[in-house]
């Protein structure tokens, strides 16, 4: 499958070098076209990338993130990881969608019985993040999307997990240009701004999670909190920016452990917690990504072939923020669950 027109492509030649004169640890699953925020799963033994497709956009920066203007939505696909990645045309547009108005962000995917369904973010006509669904017959879509956002989602980055006993789960929240701050109520409170909270001492904003309802459309339930924690059981703080929740949670289990991992935002880490329920409380265990190149950081972690793999993305193709490639590396648990920090680039001593 090839480009659709309106797609944005790399047209530079992809650098060998950061800025800085480091290596990369890997290359981008594509030039094709800029894809951000990858979430890989595998279905039917391929492996499938659903993530946010970036073009050209405004560089003002009057409103956070402003300058994330994607308008549909492409999924990668391949038979193992390092063979040819398949560039499936347009799952869905912005125009499908009735109640969204622009900005098509980070997206997942999650299939039962036989049906996928893709969750997303976008911003209604009044600018505000709502959540929606989208389904479809198979992986790579078409997707159609419900008419409606999901009520009592809110705010970007959703994220899909069901457990070995089926029940499903919705994470989601960002803050900033996120707006998961202007949720602290529970209500929509447009005077809390396009910041946080101001509160560096106050426990830092959670991401949210909820069960979903059998038919995988709706919540079954108000959304909580997934508090993240020390190692002394306190509620990491506002102001603990190499740890506390920014954006971009994801969940994986491995050996009856639930692992949330998240990033960090302005630290531009990817860093992880651990529960021994879904919803947590989490504790924080460390980093599980080093600052790539470009502003953002947003990532999956899943099992591919019985290897753990770490999807993520960077703007080795563009050096632009927000034109960004996604690529894959191996990642390693200890034996005492920990996980190893992986560095996106080859220091040499
Ligand atoms: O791609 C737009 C936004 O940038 C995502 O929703 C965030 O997670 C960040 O990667």
Known sequence: MSLLSGAAVAQAPLAARSPDGLAYRAQ??????????????????????????????PQ?????????????????????????????????????????????????????HGRYFFYFPAKDAAGVFRLGVATGDRAEGPF???????????????????????????????????QLQ????GQYEPQAG????????????????????????????????????????????GGDLDRRFFEAAWMHKRNGLYYLSYS??????IAYATATSPTGPFTYRGHVLLPVQGWTTHHS?????????????DTQASSRTHLRSAKVVDLTHNPDGTIQLIDPFIRQP
């Open 264 to 269: 960090t935002g302005e630290t531009h880490y």
């Open 301 to 313: 972690i899943v099992e591919v072939e019985g290897r753990w793999r770490l999807f993520y993305h």
């Open 28 to 57: 981008p699953l594509t030039t094709e076209i800029y894809f951000a925020d990858p979430s890989a799963h595998v279905f039917d033994g391929r492996v499938y990338v659903y993530g946010s497709h970036d073009v050209e956009g």
């Open 194 to 237: 396009d910041t946080d909270l101001k509160q560096p001492d106050a426990p830092a904003l959670s991401p949210k999670v909820a069960r979903l309802s059998a038919d995988m459309l709706t919540l079954a339930e108000p959304a909580r909190d997934a508090v993240i924690v020390d190692e002394a059981g306190k509620p990491l703080v």
């Open 182 to 185: 202007r949720w602290a109520s």
């Open 144 to 178: 159609k999307p419900e008419p409606e956002p999901i009520p009592g989602a809110y705010s970007i980055d959703p994220s899909v997990f069901i457990d070995d006993d089926d029940q499903a789960y919705l994470y989601f929240g960002g803050i900033h240009g996120g």
């Open 60 to 112: 003002a920066d009057d409103q956070p993130g402003k300058g994330f203007v994607m308008n549909d939505y492409r999924v990668l696909s391949m038979a193992s990881i390092g063979g040819p990645v398949v560039v499936h045309p347009a799952a869905f547009a912005l125009a499908d969608v009735p109640w969204a108005n622009r900005q098509l962000w980070a997206p997942d995917v999650a299939r039962r």
